[in-house]
């Protein structure tokens, strides 16, 4: 019989890389925007129409999660697209999201990445490990609570700054729901924040953009899923950033789920990070 053991000792990072490789594999085989297209008449549990491209790419993690359990680790797993998947021991919660940017993975468009993270407790502060697959730029990042940030197996450089022209805008802000009508609703803020925005249309690749400090800050200007928060607000932590779920009264206390609670937003430095959590949205 199958001793238990920790899941929290599992070897997260191999299981990850080979998720990535299943996950490849499916994006290969549906190459175009047609075949990317097809729904399955359902909706996963964040609310979002799923995508057959959505449920084979799951169905490739869940292989790999229910490997590790056959190896005798426990944990709880919380999915975009299938919710809560019992693997006998809800202190260990693994949260998925296995293709963060379906739209754009639908439409060919390069940032969709693959987010994984592990925790031992039920908010973002209890995250300890975390993992960012971003299959545009084929960028590995990953993040483990207390050790630091990695991008592609070189540390991230936790003292890395922010940059500022003369007037004290952002050079380069990072934007996630990226509505029209929520762009309008806090244009004149960001005019007075920022140079330039970019919206990558995934928030896991975009926390990393301000991991390894290439976005100066990002925020998202509605409410962000826990499971797309999850991995990215780690690595940017791990890597000297500063993260804060706005809607809470403890910044890190955002719940690790596939509802959409508050707001995200990361900086380089806490002057930045105030001023991000005050655009109006």
Known sequence: MTSTRSALDADWLGACRRAVTGLERVLAEASSTEQRAVETGERGSGGDRTLVIDRSAESVVVDELRALSEQGFRFVAISEERGELDFGDP?????????????????????????????????MADVAFAYVYDFGPAEEWWAIRGEGAWLDGAPLDPGAGERRGDDGRLEVLGIESADPRWVARSIESLVDRAYRLRALGTIAASLCQVAAARFDGMLSLRRARGVDSAAGQLIVREAGGLVSFPSFDDRLGAPLDAEPTSRVVAARTPQTLRELEAVPT
């Open 91 to 123: 202190a260990v919660k693994v949260i998925v999201d296995p293709i963060d940017g379906s739209l754009n993975a639908k439409r060919g468009i390069p940032h969709h990445a693959l987010s994984i993270a592990v925790a031992d407790g039920d908010t």
